[in-house]
């Protein structure tokens, strides 16, 4: 494999917050998306947790930023697609990016953690039968390139418009900037396949080895293997977490969230 070449740097922070003032901790995470921008950072990501003290709604939250910056991107590793409708999540990341003017970098994983706590209060049903995984992901994705809905001749009337139905704000350029956080050669793979970039982190399944370099290497090997001739059309980022553990001290201002250094590479 060719030594790919760091095309960006950006941050990840979970957004933490006190359990008894989270206005604070979410107000310093946005000023750190300011500060991460006057700084010369390229992107500015947060994480989506559930039942954490930290954002639980990406959407909302980088709308806020997107009003609070200017050239940053914005993303956010990872949105885990179980407890999400894949419809719903695609008008509000639709309109985040809108707001934002094109600024979202999306990144999805699968599964639903917390599941056996949460699923009855997120669907109607027995949940354990639908598809969190790789599907759900594929069907916001398809929501995003806006087909439109119904057949040639269906439309809805809305006041002063008569319009063929389908997810707005469109917003074609969104559909590229979708990455999935992919731990193994088989997620690697599904993720070139449907044109998605690809996020990796330091916790990747160590397929017929046990060093983590070399497991690392392999999964952006197999994920340029499989994207062939559609390389360019993609991008990978990895995460590294750094801790300074001698007298560095922190930037002025209010920066209190962990941060993740993100380099995006050309795959």
């Given at each position: 494999m060719?030594?790919?070449t760091?095309?960006?740097?950006?941050?990840?922070?979970?957004?933490?917050?006190?359990?008894?003032?989270?206005y604070?901790?979410?107000?310093?995470?946005?000023?750190?998306?300011?500060?991460?921008e006057?700084?010369?950072?390229?992107?500015?990501?947060?994480r989506?947790?559930?039942?954490?003290h930290?954002?639980?709604?990406?959407?909302?939250?980088l709308?806020?930023a997107g009003?609070r910056?200017?050239r940053?991107?914005?993303?956010?590793?990872v949105?885990?697609?179980?407890?999400?409708?894949?419809f719903?999540?695609a008008?509000?990341?639709?309109l985040?990016?809108?707001?934002?003017?094109?600024?979202?970098?999306?990144?999805?994983?699968?599964?639903?953690?917390?599941?056996?706590?949460?699923?009855?209060?997120?669907?109607?049903?027995?949940?354990?039968?639908?598809?969190?995984?790789?599907?759900?992901?594929?069907?916001?994705?398809?929501?995003?390139r806006?087909?439109?809905?119904g057949?040639?001749?269906?439309?809805i009337?809305?006041?002063g418009n008569?319009?063929r139905?389908?997810?707005?704000?469109?917003?074609?350029?969104?559909?590229?900037?979708?990455?999935?956080?992919g731990?193994?050669?088989?997620?690697?793979r599904w993720?070139?396949e449907?044109?998605?970039?690809?996020?990796?982190?330091n916790?990747?399944?160590?397929e017929?080895?046990?060093?983590?370099t070399?497991?690392?290497?392999n999964l952006l090997?197999e994920?340029?293997?499989?994207?062939?001739?559609?390389?360019?059309?993609?991008r990978v980022?990895?995460?590294?977490?750094?801790v300074p553990f001698?007298s560095a001290?922190?930037p002025?201002g209010?920066a209190?969230?962990?941060?993740?250094?993100?380099?995006?590479?050309?795959?």
């Amino acid at each position: 494999m060719s030594t790919p070449t760091i095309t960006s740097l950006a941050f990840l922070t979970p957004g933490n917050f006190a359990d008894n003032d989270p206005y604070t901790g979410l107000e310093e995470t946005l000023q750190l998306f300011e500060y991460g921008e006057r700084l010369g950072y390229d992107g500015a990501w947060i994480r989506q947790r559930h039942l954490e003290h930290g954002v639980g709604s990406a959407a909302v939250f980088l709308a806020a930023a997107g009003q609070r910056t200017e050239r940053v991107e914005l993303g956010t590793a990872v949105i885990p697609i179980g407890y999400e409708n894949p419809f719903r999540l695609a008008e509000d990341l639709a309109l985040a990016d809108v707001l934002s003017r094109g600024r979202l970098q999306v990144g999805f994983s699968t599964g639903m953690p917390h599941a056996e706590l949460l699923g009855d209060l997120v669907y109607d049903g027995d949940w354990r039968g639908f598809d969190l995984s790789y599907g759900r992901i594929a069907r916001l994705v398809d929501h995003l390139r806006g087909d439109y809905l119904g057949g040639p001749d269906t439309v809805i009337h809305s006041p002063g418009n008569v319009q063929r139905p389908r997810l707005q704000p469109h917003n074609p350029g969104l559909v590229q900037r979708i990455w999935y956080g992919g731990g193994s050669l088989g997620s690697v793979r599904w993720a070139a396949e449907n044109g998605l970039s690809l996020l990796s982190g330091n916790i990747v399944s160590g397929e017929d080895t046990d060093d983590f370099t070399t497991a690392q290497a392999n999964l952006l090997t197999e994920y340029r293997r499989t994207l062939g001739d559609a390389r360019r059309a993609a991008r990978v980022a990895l995460g590294r977490v750094i801790v300074p553990f001698d007298s560095a001290e922190g930037p002025p201002g209010p920066a209190t969230a962990t941060t993740r250094p993100v380099g995006t590479r050309a795959p």
